[in-house]
């Protein structure tokens, strides 16, 4: 009597024992990515300490970048990445929310899925890929008439100044916007699809158009969802760097003409790596923390905004 | 009255149609990509484009054999590393993670899944390129790491959508909780990790700025982990902005093999999610009949 309760005891424990270490084991791996994470963040300022030793707080405002005199500072590239990202985010957001509103208001059921499938293919194509194709196609549009046109209209604003020449901060900006409007228009979408139904039947019961409800009951109601998708493509379009770094000219220069060539933190980053060595290493490292540190805070901000609606950003993707 | 009716019903149709037009202005992008890639990068292609090794311009059969080489040298790689740590952190954010690490994980993993890819090499360059150079262990690495975020998000989904009666009628029959995560959960939500696991390996195919700063580049067939090693994101970039017109055609038919790998992967996922979809919808309705029937 005594005996099969005793044997049913331990083998309950060691089950429970087992539990617990599968348990632990897989926490430890979770816990493991995240700490091997942040020690090399830990590592990469230690890899930049002798920049940041050598300039110190100049090297976030002063704008010489220089391999002769060894002189590395970060604002040409700073600016450069404020000028491109806002380009993407003008050109690109309206479109995304456009699309975000046609699919989740007015498109019929059946085109609805292939449509998004189809904005979503635009995340997966590699970012190299863009860069190709912008080189080729979109440069002699920009050259022929997109960029004269600009210079005839707008060209007593300081942002058009300069020659059409198609390799500028401009290509660079419409190509961010091409490739954050995946990532916008999902995520508005998400948050139109959440709002309920009977927002939307409120505003049509009063007689409201379709347009009107959308406009009224929808929009303001996904305002924030909205907002954070902004700031997620606003990341997306700060980090990305091959298409950046074939179209922008690589002129290490601050200009406020989007028909000057121009640098960003990534494509700086990139478009040195090989031939760096020594402080300039150091500084294009520097330049990698500041990076990381801006993206860190817009995306944090996104997550806070749009909370789990995040994972609406297409994974799809050929990578950036 | 009737002129404010109006106006308002044309308000309408034309934000519509605006409406429309942001989707076509989206897609011009999308089939001018395609179709430039097609009709630019089929030329190039014969057999000895994709069996021989690069070599500089003008040399006879030149290829991107190495090329294709590293590229699957390095996803097998990263694959090798990155998937095993996805599945399982998802599998504990799915499984154990009712609690403020597990909230935490998911937290950062949503940070790195939109991470730049760029700040991801440095930080395989400084672990790994500082200490052997540039080398297939340190791009594959950097792209395991991309990996991780989004094979852990989708095995987390996937997982999620396996009923909570399995888990308890697992448990109700005596079996460990971890026996039960391994061999019934894991297994029910098979097909959602391997969609996850194919959607990382076509995000990580197509990834270059990790490249540029661990693997390099090689013009030789290489495929030992501690030397640099070609991959075709790079035969592009370095290839797209040469002034040789066959170098340049050489880019474009790397452009063709990477964007028909990566976008056939997307269609695949499609495909399987779809399917499974449709699984969800009709166990979810066959419930509701029987809730139904019971009623």
């Given at each position: 009597m005594m005996r099969p309760t005793r044997k049913h005891g331990s083998r309950r424990s060691r089950a429970s024992l087992e539990d617990k270490l599968f348990k632990y084991s897989v926490m430890g791996i979770a816990a493991l990515v995240l700490a091997l994470l942040w020690s090399l963040v830990v590592k990469l300022v230690f890899d930049a300490q002798t920049s940041i030793e050598t300039f110190g707080i100049d090297f976030l405002t002063s704008t010489i970048w220089d391999p002769n005199r060894d002189l590395?500072?970060?604002?040409?590239?700073?600016?450069?990445?404020?000028?491109?990202?806002?380009?993407?985010?003008?050109?690109?957001?309206?479109?995304?929310?456009?699309?975000?509103?046609?699919?989740?208001?007015?498109?019929?059921?059946?085109?609805?899925?292939?449509?998004?499938?189809?904005?979503?293919?635009?995340?997966?194509?590699?970012?190299?890929i863009y860069g190709l194709w912008a080189i080729y196609t979109l440069r002699p549009v920009l050259t022929g008439s997109v960029e004269p046109f600009l210079m005839d209209a707008l060209g007593w604003t300081p942002f058009f100044e300069g020659a059409a020449f198609g390799i500028d901060k401009l290509a660079s900006g419409i190509i961010l916007a091409v490739m954050i409007i995946p990532t916008?228009?999902?995520?508005?979408?998400?948050?139109?699809?959440?709002?309920?139904?009977?927002?939307?039947?409120?505003?049509?019961?009063?007689?409201?158009?379709?347009?009107?409800?959308?406009?009224?009951?929808?929009?303001?109601?996904?305002?924030?969802?909205?907002?954070?998708?902004t700031i997620l493509g606003l990341g997306r379009a700060v980090g990305e760097t091959m298409a950046v770094t074939m179209t922008i000219g690589n002129a290490n220069i601050i200009s406020w003409s989007l028909l000057d060539p121009g640098q960003t933190m990534a494509s700086v980053i990139?478009?040195?790596?090989?031939?760096?060595?020594?402080?300039?290493?150091?500084?294009?490292?520097?330049?990698?923390?500041?990076?990381?540190?801006?993206?860190?805070?817009?995306?944090?901000?996104?997550?806070?905004?749009?909370?789990?609606?995040?994972?609406?950003?297409?994974?799809?993707?050929?990578?950036? | 009255m009737r002129s404010y009716r109006s106006r308002r019903k044309w308000k309408n149709r034309?934000?519509?149609?605006?409406?429309?037009?942001?989707?076509?202005?989206?897609?011009?992008?999308?089939?001018?990509?395609?179709?430039?890639?097609?009709?630019?990068?089929?030329?190039?292609i014969d057999w000895a484009f994709l069996t021989e090794r690069t070599k500089s311009s003008g040399a006879p059969d030149s290829g991107i054999g190495n090329a294709i080489l590293g590229s699957l040298l390095l996803v097998m790689w990263a694959s090798l590393i990155g998937l095993p740590f996805g599945i399982l952190t998802g599998v504990y954010v799915s499984e154990y993670g009712d609690n403020w690490f597990g909230r935490t994980v998911r937290f950062f993993n949503d940070i790195l899944a939109n991470f730049p890819?760029?700040?991801?090499?440095?930080?395989?360059?400084?672990?790994?390129?500082?200490?052997?150079?540039?080398?297939?262990?340190?791009?594959?690495?950097?792209?395991?790491?991309?990996?991780?975020?989004?094979?852990?998000?989708?095995?987390?989904?996937?997982?999620?959508?396996?009923?909570?009666?399995?888990?308890?009628a697992s448990l109700a029959l005596g079996v460990p909780r971890w026996r039960?995560?391994?061999?019934?959960?894991?297994?029910?939500?098979?097909?959602?990790?391997?969609?996850?696991?194919l959607l990382?390996?076509?995000?990580?195919a197509g990834e270059t700025a990790p490249l540029i700063l661990t693997s390099f580049g090689?013009?030789?067939?290489?495929?030992?982990?501690?030397?640099?090693?070609?991959?075709?994101?790079?035969?592009?970039?370095r290839n797209a902005m040469s002034p040789y017109a066959d170098l340049q055609e050489q880019a474009w038919g790397a452009a063709l093999v990477l964007i028909t790998m990566v976008l056939s992967l997307n269609v695949v996922v499609r495909l399987l999610t779809r399917k499974r979809m449709k699984l969800y919808k009709a166990v979810k309705k066959t419930w509701k009949e029987r809730l139904s029937l019971n009623v």
């Amino acid at each position: 009597m005594m005996r099969p309760t005793r044997k049913h005891g331990s083998r309950r424990s060691r089950a429970s024992l087992e539990d617990k270490l599968f348990k632990y084991s897989v926490m430890g791996i979770a816990a493991l990515v995240l700490a091997l994470l942040w020690s090399l963040v830990v590592k990469l300022v230690f890899d930049a300490q002798t920049s940041i030793e050598t300039f110190g707080i100049d090297f976030l405002t002063s704008t010489i970048w220089d391999p002769n005199r060894d002189l590395y500072t970060a604002l040409p590239f700073i600016f450069g990445t404020l000028m491109t990202s806002a380009v993407a985010i003008v050109i690109g957001v309206p479109i995304s929310i456009g699309i975000a509103i046609y699919l989740s208001e007015l498109a019929p059921a059946w085109i609805r899925e292939p449509l998004s499938f189809l904005i979503e293919l635009l995340a997966a194509v590699p970012s190299v890929i863009y860069g190709l194709w912008a080189i080729y196609t979109l440069r002699p549009v920009l050259t022929g008439s997109v960029e004269p046109f600009l210079m005839d209209a707008l060209g007593w604003t300081p942002f058009f100044e300069g020659a059409a020449f198609g390799i500028d901060k401009l290509a660079s900006g419409i190509i961010l916007a091409v490739m954050i409007i995946p990532t916008v228009a999902s995520v508005s979408k998400e948050s139109m699809m959440a709002v309920p139904d009977s927002q939307r039947e409120a505003a049509l019961s009063l007689g409201a158009t379709k347009y009107e409800s959308t406009r009224m009951a929808v929009l303001s109601y996904a305002r924030s969802g909205i907002f954070g998708a902004t700031i997620l493509g606003l990341g997306r379009a700060v980090g990305e760097t091959m298409a950046v770094t074939m179209t922008i000219g690589n002129a290490n220069i601050i200009s406020w003409s989007l028909l000057d060539p121009g640098q960003t933190m990534a494509s700086v980053i990139a478009n040195n790596w090989g031939e760096a060595d020594g402080l300039m290493l150091s500084s294009l490292i520097e330049i990698g923390v500041v990076l990381f540190i801006v993206a860190l805070l817009i995306n944090v901000c996104a997550r806070l905004m749009v909370g789990r609606v995040m994972k609406a950003v297409p994974m799809t993707g050929g990578g950036l | 009255m009737r002129s404010y009716r109006s106006r308002r019903k044309w308000k309408n149709r034309i934000a519509s149609l605006l409406a429309l037009v942001c989707v076509l202005v989206a897609l011009v992008p999308l089939v001018s990509i395609l179709m430039e890639v097609v009709s630019r990068g089929a030329p190039a292609i014969d057999w000895a484009f994709l069996t021989e090794r690069t070599k500089s311009s003008g040399a006879p059969d030149s290829g991107i054999g190495n090329a294709i080489l590293g590229s699957l040298l390095l996803v097998m790689w990263a694959s090798l590393i990155g998937l095993p740590f996805g599945i399982l952190t998802g599998v504990y954010v799915s499984e154990y993670g009712d609690n403020w690490f597990g909230r935490t994980v998911r937290f950062f993993n949503d940070i790195l899944a939109n991470f730049p890819s760029v700040v991801i090499g440095l930080f395989a360059y400084s672990l790994i390129v500082t200490v052997i150079g540039f080398s297939l262990i340190s791009g594959a690495f950097a792209l395991a790491i991309i990996m991780i975020p989004i094979v852990a998000n989708t095995t987390e989904d996937a997982l999620r959508m396996v009923p909570n009666s399995l888990r308890e009628a697992s448990l109700a029959l005596g079996v460990p909780r971890w026996r039960t995560v391994l061999k019934v959960i894991i297994s029910n939500g098979r097909s959602g990790l391997v969609t996850g696991a194919l959607l990382a390996i076509a995000r990580v195919a197509g990834e270059t700025a990790p490249l540029i700063l661990t693997s390099f580049g090689n013009n030789f067939w290489e495929t030992g982990l501690t030397e640099p090693v070609a991959a075709l994101p790079l035969v592009i970039f370095r290839n797209a902005m040469s002034p040789y017109a066959d170098l340049q055609e050489q880019a474009w038919g790397a452009a063709l093999v990477l964007i028909t790998m990566v976008l056939s992967l997307n269609v695949v996922v499609r495909l399987l999610t779809r399917k499974r979809m449709k699984l969800y919808k009709a166990v979810k309705k066959t419930w509701k009949e029987r809730l139904s029937l019971n009623v």
